[in-house]
């Protein structure tokens, strides 16, 4: 590898081409094939979900949630604002209007205690997304639902591996999202699977999975054809990408290990800047085991994000910064509301900057992020 220090590197176990070749070899391209149903045992099987079903991206998976939940035109949907597109736009697809509501100052995750007062007779779901691989608080979230009547959506687009209370992310709510997306932890390059947990929702997303018909009980013989049933779509990854993401799969754990250890490395260099008030590291609660899926820093107030971002560059090492709050988006201030103020949303917004991490960043790669930072920090 040069000198320089990417934001992101795309990790390969090495089996993937293994695992495509024996794909074209068993000539099935199609999906729905043996690695996409190895795939979903696995998926079962460390999740504890009722069903996984692959589909074509984590933004795929929330359309279907939509869908399976019947969002109709003027549905309100409880998310938070700082989040990717995808959580909002799957709803308002449907209708939906998004009601964003502030995070938390710890975990940046949507704030459950804000979401009883943002609750009313349009209510049809919460969608708490998993920031960083760290849990919402879902103990609290399952509550208020139970008592509303409302359905819980996971986006745990960056939570593979991770979990609450031993629980896997996702497999809590009445449905979850998982990405596989190259910038995610475990990747197909373009990939997703909707995990249903509620088992009245499994046999409607096969069909909303399967552009509407009962295809997948065809092919397991439990009715002689298969026709149009429902309103749905083409959701599903063929069978090269199911191939790469087995592959990945396999080695899910040492994945996370790896990512576990440079995001500690990192974690233990930047306490000495905390503890002189320059920026703030992230916090994990005791109840959720991340997955190291980003390492980020909160700049204190005053600092210059720009700046410090310019240094690093100038220095081959290149960081990033998310999101553009949704509230404040042109299609956020169209098609969603806000619930109070989102000062948290703001301020967390415009102070975060990301490192680079990945599977095989070295030990001195890191050190040499951390001296930069010192200097532009001007330590
Ligand atoms: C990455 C991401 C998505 C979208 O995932 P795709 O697989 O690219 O569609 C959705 N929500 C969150 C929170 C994400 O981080």
Known sequence: MNKDIPF????????ELYYIAEAHFNGRLAGDGPFTKRCHS??????GCNKALLTHSCTGALEMA???LDVQPGDEIIMPSYTFVSTANAFVLRGGIPVFVDIREDTLNLDERLIEGAITSK??????????GVACEMDTI???????GLKVVEDAAQGVMATYKTRALGSIGDLGTYSFHETKNVIAGEGGALLVNHPDLVSRAEIIREKGTDRSRFYRGEVDKYTWQEVGS???????IAAFLWAQLEEARRITQERLASWQRYHDRFESFESIGVLRRPIVPESCQHNAH???????PGINRQDVIDELKSNL???VFHYVPLHSSPAGIRYGRTHGTLDVTDRKSESLLRLPLWVGISEDQQDKVVDVMKKALKL
Request: glycine residues 4%; aromatic residues 18%.
């Open 8 to 15: 992101n590197w795309p990790y390969m176990t090495g089996k």
């Open 42 to 47: 696995w998926l079962e099987k460390h999740t």
């Open 66 to 68: 939509a869908l399976l």
């Open 123 to 132: 209510t049809r779901a919460i969608v708490p997304v998993h920031y960083a």
């Open 142 to 148: 399952m509550a208020i639902s139970k008592r509303y």
């Open 234 to 240: 083409s959701f599903l990854p063929g069978e090269l």
């Open 294 to 300: 980003m390492y980020y820093v909160l700049l204190a």
């Open 317 to 319: 090492i290149y960081s």
